[in-house]
Each structure stands twice: as structure tokens, then as C-alpha cells.
């Protein structure tokens, strides 16, 4: 199946992931359908955005079930794609729900280093999760609003939680407790025990969207380097498949699989890195280019009623918890957590990766297909 066909019927038949409250899987999937536009002009995808979004976004500018008091970071990403609909609609709620969002922002709980919480009931913990989810938005939120101060402080964001989660081996484990109080997390360091390659996967698209907001210059200097090692480091690790495991540092653990959500990151995230011309370019489209043509031929696949899904998506994964269901951060607690199919944490990556294959090689309609087209390159 040709992907633009699964997308829009996985779209067509889309239902609000949380009953319509505002989520950040909904927010992969309004993302996901924002890169397709772009790169393809189809008003089709800006349609099912629309139909989506605003159900959920009230006349005032509040949000469907949206409570900034739980001070969950994840609340804050779908809220990106608030800023291209203000500008093109000109209908002022839109900005008003980036307005609500930015306020949660404002009193947000933050650990001693100036890191968001993850969430409330996550009290002074960083997960890599938490990256994506607030700071691009939070710098596109600045540029709109003329703040430059939001953007230093970003960075400061970036820097820091690099340092707090980082390993030996070039890569970063999935979490930080600034208490130590979580017995997944390290007495010393406060880091926890694995690398998850979807977490890993959550940064790599927070780096790069976020350089792609901002001028190359001194302030962002530092930051370029590390996410360039980065991704160097990623595709040393990209498996002869295309594809990158579950455990992403431990390709021999037993049990350890190719999982397809962080593999769809990964490629998206080197497509949109080598597009905006930066190190490594060539090394970079070939690898997200394999990547994204291996989710496309192997991983769509239609189940018993002829619905083609996005197969190999780690359902959920996290740290600590409450009601006798810890997670303990092991490696093996992440090889133990439901594999499922269309999950949006995969699907709306996958479009993202889609839509920068097209930015990236404009005379391809399809990555996959080699359909001929006229997909835009900006």
C-alpha cells in the first residue's frame, strides 16, 4: 500500500487517543499530519487536522480536559501545531490555547538545575519524554511572542538534562531523579539503569526540531555538536534491517527486537537534520531513508480484516508508577512492557519520517513506491 493511502485512512478512522481530552499522542498524529501538508500541499491533511483539533479546542482557547494544575509536561506538545493554524485561519483561539499552555509553562515545577518536572506526580524527575513534549514548543512560543529569554532558558534545558542522562557509550538513559527517592534511579548519578530507544527517540526529534527553530550561531554551537554525535552514534547502531532495538545500547539481550516507534523517530529526525544542511548530510538521508523504507515495506501490514497497520509499537513504557505496577527502568523491564499495532506514539513519527523523505528528495512522491511527483522542498 502506498503510504499517503494508509495514512489517510488511518486518519479517516482516528479517534481522540484519551476520549478526546488533550494528550500528547494526539499530538504526534496533529504534528504528523502538519509535516505532510508542508511538504505536500495537500489540503487533505489539513482537513483531517482540523476535524481533529478543533473539537478540542474551545472558542476561549481552552483546552478539552486540559488541566494546567497537573503540571504534566506531555501536555504541551500537540499545543505546536496551535501556531501555523493562527497564522492561516486568523481565528484567535488558537493563540489563546498557546497562551494557556505557555501559562503552565510559567509556573511549572522545575528540579534545582532548571528542568521541568516531568509531571506533578513525578515530582522532581527528568525524562528524556519531557524534552520533546515542552521545549520545542516553548521556543516557538518565544520567537511568536519576541521572548528571547524563553529560548536561552530552552537551551539551558537541553544542556543540562544531556548532562544529567548521559552514558559513557555516546547515548542517554530515559530518566533523572534529582531526589534519588526512585529505586530506579541510581544512588550516585540519579540516572536510571537503560537506555529505551523510543526515549532516545523522543530527544533526537527534540534536538533537531528545536535547532531547525534557530539561527547556527554561538548560543546553539554546543548544542549542534552533541546532537551530531548523536546521531553519529545512532546510525552506528542502526541494525542491517534499518531498524534500531528496543534496549538500543544491548543488541544481544535476549528478547531485545526492532522496535518500530523509535526507528520511525530516528529516521525522521536524521531526514530533517540532513535537510537543513547540517554535518553529516549524505550518511544521514541514506540512513533515514533505509529506516523509513523498512517501516514502509515491512511493518505496514494488513491484519485479519485487511486493515493495513503500523505493526512493532512498544505500547507504553515509563519509570516508577503507583498500585503495585513499578517499573523498574531495567532492560528487562522494557522488553516486558504489550507490543501493539497504529499506536499514535508510532504512526504520527512515521509521518513526520514520511514527510522529510519528501522535503529531503523532492523528486520522489513516494520513499518507498518511486513514484514520480512534485513534493515541495521547502
Avoid at 514502509?296 to 516508577?320: F, K, N, Y
Wanted: glycine share 10%; with cysteine.
Amino acid at each position: 500500500m502506498d503510504p499517503t493511502t494508509y495514512f489517510d485512512q488511518f486518519a479517516r478512522r482516528y479517534t481522540p487517543y484519551k476520549g478526546g481530552s488533550w494528550c500528547y499522542e494526539d499530538g504526534c498524529i496533529y504534528r504528523g499530519l502538519r509535516l505532510l501538508f508542508e511538504a505536500t500541499g495537500e489540503g487533505r491533511w489539513s482537513e483531517h487536522l482540523r476535524r481533529l483539533i478543533d473539537r478540542q479546542v474551545a472558542p476561549d482557547g481552552t483546552l478539552l480536559g486540559y488541566d494546567h494544575a497537573e503540571y504534566n509536561i506531555d501536555n504541551i506538545l500537540a499545543g505546536r501545531v496551535l501556531f501555523p493554524l493562527a497564522v492561516e485561519t486568523g481565528d484567535p483561539r488558537y493563540r489563546k490555547a498557546a497562551d494557556h499552555l505557555a501559562g503552565q509553562l510559567e509556573t511549572h515545577p522545575r528540579i534545582l538545575s532548571g528542568n521541568y518536572w516531568h509531571k506533578q506526580r513525578y515530582p522532581n524527575q527528568v525524562w528524556l519524554d519531557g524534552l520533546y513534549m515542552g521545549l520545542p514548543f516553548q521556543i516557538e512560543y518565544a520567537l511568536t511572542t519576541g521572548n528571547p529569554a524563553l529560548i536561552a532558558d530552552a537551551l539551558q534545558q537541553f544542556t543540562s538534562a544531556l548532562a544529567l542522562t548521559a552514558t559513557a557509550k555516546g547515548l542517554y538513559v530515559h530518566g533523572y531523579d534529582d531526589s534519588r527517592k526512585q529505586s530506579w534511579a541510581d544512588p550516585i548519578t540519579g540516572r536510571s539503569p537503560a537506555v529505551w530507544a523510543r526515549a532516545v527517540g523522543w530527544l533526537a526529534m527534540a534536538l533537531v526540531d528545536a535547532l531547525a527553530l534557530l539561527p547556527n550561531d554561538r548560543a546553539t554551537a554546543a548544542l549542534r555538536l552533541r546532537t551530531s554525535l548523536l546521531l553519529d552514534e545512532l546510525m552506528a547502531r542502526q541494525t542491517p534491517s534499518g531498524l534500531w532495538m528496543q534496549v538500543l545500547d544491548e543488541p544481544d539481550l535476549a528478547c531485545n527486537y526492532e522496535e518500530s516507534s523509535a526507528s520511525a523517530m530516528f529516521a525522521y529526525a536524521l531526514l530533517r537534520y540532513a535537510r537543513l544542511g547540517l554535518s553529516q548530510a549524505d550518511r544521514a538521508i541514506v540512513a533515514g531513508r533505509r529506516a523509513l523504507n523498512a517501516l514502509i515495506s515491512g511493518r505496514l501490514v494488513a491484519d485479519s480484516e485487511g486493515i493495513t497497520r503500523l505493526t512493532t509499537i512498544v505500547g507504553v513504557a515509563g519509570l516508577g508508577g503507583f498500585e503495585g505496577n513499578y517499573r523498574d527502568g531495567s532492560p528487562g523491564y522494557y522488553l516486558s512492557e504489550q507490543v501493539v499495532a497504529d499506536d499514535a506514539k508510532g504512526v504520527g513519527p512515521l509521518m513526520m519520517a514520511f514527510a522529510e523523505g519528501l522535503r529531503c528528495c523532492d523528486k520522489s512522491l513516494s520513499v518507498a513506491t518511486g513514484r514520480q511527483g512534485s513534493a515541495s522542498s521547502r
